[in-house]
């Protein structure tokens, strides 16, 4: 069965830095999404990526998917307070529209 | 408001009620999507309706549970005889399977706020 696995679990970052959050899963896919909540709220989508080599940016989030590797990349420059969250990957196996859910990135941007 | 709407909000019920749970997706949305969350993890897939047809169900999904979509507009979700261990963030998300309407966004999930169960 498809398994999704993020690290790291919990980042505390100061502003201004760079860091990325990475997503790997077990078996194939040609779909992943990535997601954000924030604590006591619901989830709010960011990106779709749908193919390999895809990459999507917004602002100061960027993510990219990599089939072959079966590993995307949430990618956070110049953070900022407003970005702390849990990100979520997930991931359809392949002839499914099971969505399976990564443990999530508990990120912490410190002031 | 267009979003995804639940009700009610919060729930709490006694070891051993049922308890029966709406979600009324984006009007024009095919798909629709229940999950479980609990403190600390990620959403757990329960079942996925295409219009009125329930396509795919966890095996997770114990005989107390079952979901309906009727006319594939909203749906329901009811847990008989509850357990404390069901206790949870009960989420709904409901997508677009069309591409040339998603805006290559295809098949992205809209979740709603969630109903908080708590089983006393």
């Known amino acids: 069965e498809l398994k999704v696995e993020q690290n790291p679990l919990f980042l505390s970052m100061q502003e201004g830095k760079n860091y990325t959050i990475y997503c790997n899963y077990s078996t194939t896919s040609d779909r992943l999404y990535w997601y954000r909540q924030d604590p006591g709220k619901s989830l709010e989508s960011l990106f779709v990526l749908l193919s390999n080599g895809a990459v999507k940016q917004e602002g100061r989030l960027m993510a990219s998917l990599d089939t072959k590797a079966r590993l995307s990349t949430l990618h956070i420059t110049a953070a900022v307070h407003d970005l702390s969250a849990t990100y979520f990957c997930a991931v359809v196996t392949s002839g499914t529209y099971k969505y399976i859910f990564g443990t999530g990135t508990r990120l912490k941007v410190l002031a | 408001d267009t979003g995804v709407s639940q009700n009610p909000r919060h729930k709490i019920t006694k070891r051993g009620q049922n308890v029966t749970f709406r979600c009324d997706p984006i009007?024009?949305?095919?798909?629709l999507y229940w999950y479980r969350q609990t403190l600390g993890q990620g959403p757990e897939f329960l079942t996925y309706f295409q219009n009125e047809a329930q396509l795919e169900k966890s095996r997770l999904l114990s005989d107390r549970f079952s979901a309906e979509r009727p006319k594939g507009s909203f749906s329901t979700l009811e847990i008989q005889r509850t357990e404390q261990g069901d206790s949870a963030m009960y989420l709904c998300a409901s997508s677009l399977s069309t591409w040339g309407l998603a805006g290559g966004r295809y098949n992205e999930q809209f979740f709603g706020p969630g109903t908080r169960l708590t089983v006393l």
């Open positions: 009007s024009e949305h095919n798909r």
